[in-house]
């Protein structure tokens, strides 16, 4: 399992479209920390969800997933790799970006999008392995977002996304939901990353 978050950390640092995206990622949210510290913790929990379905979704895009698992027969073992190596980009980009939060001298704000973004990784990584193509996964979330929990639930319903806003503004009931949400979404990926690739 090692040689997995090895290897993906590996293809993060060096494949074009991964580094390209850390870095617009952590210097865009760097910009956005020193003018507005809300907008920071907003753009680097996108952004942790964002590169987490990535990670773990080119691998269906690229048809590499095939050889992936011929390496390493054992799926969920390999589900498990991806999701730390997501953790650790997320995070590592997050801690990053944040430096301008940290030189205002906001460590709250700083602390709670740091506490928040593994979980919106795990979520975004687990629920990459569900629906396995990205543009989809975005497109439905975006909608999910804006008409489930923005129109219905306004914003306060127990749905992932509230969950990650409240938690991200350091509530801690909201965490904790958000939690649940990205634990039941890795459940999910453990019965979904059995099905077959043919399809994808």
Same mark, same amino acid.
């Given at each position: 399992m090692i040689a997995i978050v090895r290897s993906e950390l590996h293809r993060a640092a060096t494949i074009r479209s991964s580094w390209v995206s850390? +870095?617009?990622l952590?210097?865009?949210? +760097?910009l956005f920390g020193w003018f507005n510290v809300? =907008?920071?913790? /907003?753009?680097?929990?996108?952004g942790a969800f964002g590169l987490a379905v990535m990670t773990v979704a080119q691998h269906y895009q690229h048809r590499t997933a095939v050889l992936l698992y011929l390496a390493q027969p054992k799926r969920v073992l390999v589900l498990i790799a991806q999701v730390i190596a997501s953790v650790v980009v997320a995070s590592g980009v997050a801690a990053l970006s944040g430096a301008t939060v940290l030189a205002k001298g906001d460590l $709250?704000?700083?602390?709670? $999008?740091?506490?928040?973004?593994?979980?919106m990784a795990v979520f975004g990584a687990a629920t990459a392995a569900i629906v396995r193509r990205p543009t989809w996964l975005f497109l439905g979330c975006a909608g999910w977002f804006v008409f489930v929990e923005g129109l219905v639930g306004r914003l306060k319903a127990p749905l992932p996304? =509230? +969950?990650? /806003?409240g938690s991200g503004a350091g509530e801690r009931d909201s965490l904790l939901i958000a939690a649940g949400w990205a634990a039941v979404a890795f459940v999910g990926a453990v019965i979904a990353i059995r099905r077959d690739l043919t399809g994808d």
């Open positions: 850390i +870095a617009v952590g210097t865009v949210g +760097a809300d =907008s920071w913790a /907003l753009l680097t929990c996108l $709250t704000q700083y602390r709670y $999008t740091l506490t928040v973004v593994p979980v996304f =509230s +969950a990650f /806003l």
